[in-house]
């Protein structure tokens, strides 16, 4: 028996590409498994149930146990509503696996607040919705693993995702604290930086990159993050094409004023702020 087996693991966006095949992988580990999905389009229009559906019913036809849910994790009902999916078909609730986003690329001169916000309430909302919802019965239950999809754009930036890339790097700061609040209780907190061929990357991307990307490449160290027998925290990973990379913030060793510097003593210290040569893996100063 695989240490997944039994668990109930939420998905958000698991209707098609990356969070299907965390759903897959999951319930192949024994998981049970709720398939949140809008059944939107790739820019947050629309919705439908076919997608959510699909996925449930390969999961069952595999010999699994999965259940849909259509409820829109942008707004807080929408996320209560799903993790209330969960405990009304398997009783608990022990991952969230938040996956599900949208795209609406512009130019930073061009990004409209309307595209702004739209992205932000998927993404990273939506991240703070889901979790929010399913902390308290982690807590309760000593238990909890949470995995959020970040991107390599959130992490050092991409044209025309301003929007995009804020959210994601949003996602991080939120497993930072998730992972500091949650120890006591059992729970871990982590993000994964996907490269991989989907319907979000098909225009991002070259073909002849995205075809070195299948998504099946990802979802095992997704699985493995929400397992019990992973007690990593507060980390962020890079993972497509065959690589699995740790990223993390590094700091050097600064410079120290003793009195509050001229901006001109600033300027002539400012190679030795910056220099990288000696750093070690960063964390706060005032922790």
Same mark, same amino acid.
């Given at each position: 028996?695989?240490?997944?087996?039994?668990?109930?693991?939420?998905?958000?966006?698991?209707?098609?590409?990356? !969070?299907?095949?965390?759903?897959?992988?999951?319930?192949?580990?024994?998981?049970?498994?709720?398939?949140?999905?809008?059944?939107?389009?790739?820019?947050?229009?629309?919705?439908?149930?076919?997608?959510?559906?699909?996925?449930?019913?390969?999961?069952?036809?595999?010999?699994?146990?999965?259940?849909?849910?259509?409820?829109?994790?942008?707004?807080?009902?929408?996320?209560?509503?799903?993790?209330?999916?969960?405990?009304?078909?398997?009783?608990?609730?022990?991952?969230?696996?938040?996956?599900?986003?949208?795209?609406?690329?512009?130019?930073?001169? *061009?990004?409209?607040?309307?595209?702004?916000?739209?992205?932000?309430?998927?993404?990273?909302?939506?991240?703070?919705?889901?979790?929010?919802?399913?902390?308290?019965?982690?807590?309760?239950?000593?238990?909890?693993?949470?995995?959020?999809? +970040?991107?390599?754009? !959130?992490?050092?930036?991409?044209?025309?995702?301003?929007?995009?890339?804020?959210?994601?790097?949003?996602?991080?700061?939120?497993?930072?604290?998730?992972?500091?609040?949650?120890?006591?209780?059992?729970? +871990?907190?982590?993000?994964?930086?996907?490269?991989?061929?989907?319907?979000?990357?098909?225009?991002?991307?070259?073909? @002849?990159?995205?075809? *070195?990307?299948?998504?099946?490449?990802?979802?095992?160290?997704?699985?493995?993050?929400?397992?019990?027998?992973? +007690?990593?925290?507060?980390?962020?990973?890079?993972?497509?094409?065959?690589?699995?990379?740790?990223?993390?913030?590094?700091?050097?060793?600064?410079?120290?004023?003793?009195?509050?510097?001229?901006?001109? @003593?600033?300027?002539?210290?400012?190679?030795?702020?910056?220099?990288?040569? @000696?750093?070690?893996?960063?964390?706060?100063?005032?922790?």
């Amino acid at each position: 028996m695989s240490d997944l087996d039994g668990r109930v693991i939420v998905i958000t966006g698991a209707g098609g590409g990356l !969070g299907r095949e965390y759903a897959l992988s999951c319930a192949g580990e024994g998981a049970r498994i709720v398939v949140n999905d809008l059944g939107g389009n790739r820019d947050g229009t629309g919705s439908g149930s076919a997608m959510a559906d699909e996925v449930v019913a390969e999961i069952r036809g595999r010999g699994g146990d999965a259940v849909a849910n259509y409820d829109d994790i942008s707004d807080v009902s929408g996320a209560r509503s799903l993790i209330g999916t969960a405990l009304d078909r398997f009783g608990q609730v022990d991952g969230v696996i938040h996956n599900a986003g949208i795209l609406r690329d512009s130019s930073f001169a *061009k990004l409209t607040p309307e595209n702004w916000d739209a992205v932000m309430r998927v993404h990273l909302y939506g991240g703070f919705n889901v979790t929010s919802a399913a902390w308290p019965h982690f807590r309760e239950q000593g238990f909890g693993r949470i995995v959020v999809a +970040t991107s390599t754009s !959130g992490l050092y930036g991409n044209f025309g995702q301003a929007n995009y890339g804020a959210a994601k790097a949003g996602l991080v700061g939120l497993i930072n604290t998730l992972a500091i609040e949650g120890a006591k209780s059992g729970i +871990t907190a982590n993000a994964v930086a996907p490269l991989a061929a989907t319907r979000m990357t098909a225009d991002i991307a070259p073909a @002849e990159v995205l075809e *070195k990307l299948p998504p099946e490449f990802v979802a095992p160290v997704v699985t493995h993050l929400v397992n019990p027998v992973c +007690t990593e925290t507060g980390s962020v990973f890079v993972v497509g094409g065959g690589l699995v990379q740790r990223v993390a913030l590094f700091q050097n060793k600064g410079v120290t004023f003793a009195e509050p510097p001229s901006a001109g @003593e600033v300027a002539d210290r400012w190679p030795d702020i910056c220099d990288l040569t @000696e750093t070690t893996i960063g964390s706060s100063p005032i922790a």
